[in-house]
Structure formats: C-alpha cells, structure tokens
C-alpha cells in the first residue's frame, strides 16, 4: 500500500444572518472525509458545530477560507476522534485489499 492522504473537505456552511454584531456567522459545518492511498479509498460525511464567542476574533464570512473552516472541523472533533476516524478509514481501504472491491451494474439495470 501506497501512502495515504486524508482530507477534510467542508460542504455547506450554516449561518446566522445576524449574531452579538456580526453578519453571516457560521454556526454548522458539513463535510466530507476522504482517504485514499492511491489505489483505493475511504468515504464518509458528517456535520460539526461551531460557535462565535463575542470578543473573540472574527473572520467575515466572505474572508474564511478552506483551510480555517477545516481547523474548526478538526479542533470541533479532537484529536481522539480524529485518530479513531483514521483508524477507521486505514481499515476499509486495507479491507479492500482482503477482498478487493467490484462494482458491477445493479440488477434492475441490467439487460
């Protein structure tokens, strides 16, 4: 087995249009996680709520990028789930590798 690459890829972000004074304030994250080694690969969503604490600082919604929303994901996780996450997903893609995984047609798509 190749290397292999986990990633973390938010979906949609909930807002409340108006929150303690600030607009657009993100308060659910759903997201995607994905590991792949190459050859084969891992899937699985999930949802991860944030709060906005006033006075702390505040990144306008139209400012937020990728990788800040995906430390909120992780920091919302912890790192015990993160770890059982990646245990998880290095079992299904060695699994696959037990029996290697087919896709054929579904039957009521068959001719």
């Not at 087995?1 to 972000?13: G, K, V």
């Not at 759903?30 to 792949?36: D, E, F, G, L, N």
């Amino acid at each position: 087995m190749a290397a292999t690459t986990y990633i973390f890829t938010p979906t949609t972000l909930s807002c409340y249009a108006q929150q303690n004074g600030q607009s657009d304030v993100v308060y659910n994250i759903c997201w995607r996680y994905q590991a792949s080694d190459g050859k084969y690969g891992y899937l699985t969503e999930g949802a991860t709520t944030t709060a906005y604490i006033p006075g702390q600082p505040f990144t306008p919604y139209d400012q937020l990028t990728q990788d800040e929303v995906v430390s909120w994901i992780k920091d919302s996780l912890g790192p015990v789930t993160l770890a059982q996450m990646q245990a998880q997903a290095d079992a299904a893609i060695a699994a696959q590798y037990a029996s290697p995984v087919v896709n054929p047609p579904l039957p009521w798509e068959q001719p």
